[in-house]
């Protein structure tokens, strides 16, 4: 959405505007997943990431926490950015660190993409509106579908107790 916005305006200062809002979007959903995971804590944690994991995941974001964060919120998607931060608020990373890496990195990733969308989002948007971009998306949701049915089959064939229900006689 950013780069498509950039590149419509072609304006450096709304192209800042545009970046500035992203940020603030983008921590705003950091505050809500935060809520969340400080109340759930470790334990509920747990139940997502296995004991051996968990521990991991706590001495990387005790020794590096705003570093782990930080190059959490440069990288693109498919990049999981969403159970870093889960991770990082559920072990009770402080929140200054957790907000100042998030406001670091994501200012600098938005700010590279939409230089980027100023200097060739033209381009890209054409290229984005071929033919051929339009029948790979289709390919990429027909893919999608078939691996979602396969997923949910296999959730659905394991019994009650491997799916976290209760069995009740």
Do not use: C, H
Request: proline letters at 5%.
């Amino acid at each position: 959405m950013l780069i498509a916005l950039v590149s419509r305006s072609r304006s450096v200062l709304m192209a800042i505007a545009f970046v500035l809002a992203s940020v603030g979007g983008s921590l705003l959903g950091v505050f809500v997943i935060d809520g969340l995971m400080r109340k759930t804590g470790e334990k509920g944690l747990q139940r997502f990431v296995g004991q051996r994991k968990l521990e991991q995941l706590k001495s990387k974001l005790k020794t590096k926490g705003w570093v782990t964060v930080f190059l959490a919120t440069l990288l693109p998607p498919p990049f999981p950015f969403t159970p870093v931060l889960m991770s990082a608020s559920a072990l009770q990373t402080p929140r200054r660190t957790l907000f100042t890496a998030v406001i670091a990195g994501r200012l600098i990733r938005f700010s590279v993409e939409a230089v980027l969308a100023l200097i060739f989002g033209r381009q890209v948007i054409a290229v984005l509106n071929s033919p051929a971009v339009e029948y790979f998306v289709y390919g990429l949701i027909v893919i999608a579908i078939v691996l979602s049915v396969i997923s949910v089959l296999k959730w659905l064939r394991k019994p009650n107790w491997e799916r976290g229900r209760l069995v009740r006689n």
